[in-house]
């Protein structure tokens, strides 16, 4: 176990209102639901401090390690490499609604190489850790002595004590003008216009705090939950991920928001993919 003690806050147990009905249909219905009380970090597991858990443990994640050869018993003897998924910036004129014309699996792209076996996290210690699968966050979690939120705690976490407003910080996506989390402005997939200061991850707590003084709730990455997404018999699981990234805009993925979520498969890892952990010692 761990002997660093990230920042947590106390959310205590309660009735609370989840889910929307004004953005996409997987979000609905709003409901009523009941946690109990639950710690949470303040801030996604950064770079550092995962670096602390590989030193201690000397782990390997997913995207350092060729594929799953039972996942993937077709692969090619020439595809049977670490790799995972970049976002790479596609021409003007590419169509919107395949989005791989800007993902790329790229060969030696993981954690410590954010970018591509060229790039490092040298300067970006306080940045989230990104490129992990499910197993990698519930290896840490594990190791922290903590474990990943249900998708229903993350929510209320996000939430931050308001009730059926849009975003983490109210019901206006830039109150007076201010963008209040790392998130894409301008026309995605082709150009980011960096108002908010920033092209990838920032900081942790780069931008305001919620009302439980939790950072990057929305935006910067999107954070692994432990809740299984509903998929047809027979494909690959999936878990719920929340709180969208540096790659949402509200053109395109208007997923920086508490109620917003997707379904990932487990064993993929991605430039844009945190987590952050709970437990239940409060």
Not at 58 to 79: A, M, R
């Amino acid at each position: 176990m761990s002997d660093q003690r990230a920042p947590m806050v106390v959310i205590p147990a309660g009735d609370y209102r989840v889910g929307s009905e004004s953005f996409y249909p997987e979000e609905s219905p709003v409901r009523t639901i009941h946690v109990e009380a639950f710690a949470i970090d303040v801030a996604p597991v950064t770079n550092a401090e995962f670096a602390r858990f590989v030193s201690d443990t000397g782990y390997l994640t997913v995207s350092e390690k060729p594929p799953d050869p039972v996942l993937y018993p077709n692969l090619p003897p020439e595809e049977q490499c670490p790799e995972s998924a970049v976002f790479i910036p596609p021409p003007a004129n590419v169509d919107r609604s395949q989005p791989l014309s800007w993902w790329a699996l790229v060969e030696g792209a993981d954690w410590r190489h954010p970018q591509g076996p060229s790039t490092s996290i040298d300067d970006r210690m306080e940045h989230p850790v990104v490129h992990l699968a499910y197993e990698d966050a519930v290896a840490y979690a594990e190791w922290a002595g903590k474990r990943l939120p249900t998708a229903d705690e993350w929510e209320v976490a996000a939430r931050g004590g308001l009730v059926e407003q849009d975003y983490a910080w109210g019901s206006e996506m830039t109150p007076d003008g201010q963008w209040m989390a790392n998130v894409w402005q301008g026309p995605f997939p082709w150009r980011n216009e960096q108002i908010d200061g920033w092209l990838w991850t920032s900081p942790v707590g780069s931008f305001p705090a919620n009302g439980y003084g939790l950072v990057d709730m929305c935006g910067n990455v999107w954070e692994w939950t432990s809740t299984l997404f509903p998929v047809p018999k027979g494909e690959q699981e999936r878990r719920i991920i929340k709180g969208g990234s540096f790659l949402c805009a509200d053109n395109y993925c208007h997923r920086f928001r508490p109620a917003a979520l997707m379904g990932q498969t487990t064993d993929t890892a991605t430039c844009h993919m945190g987590f952050r952990c709970i437990s239940d010692s409060v």
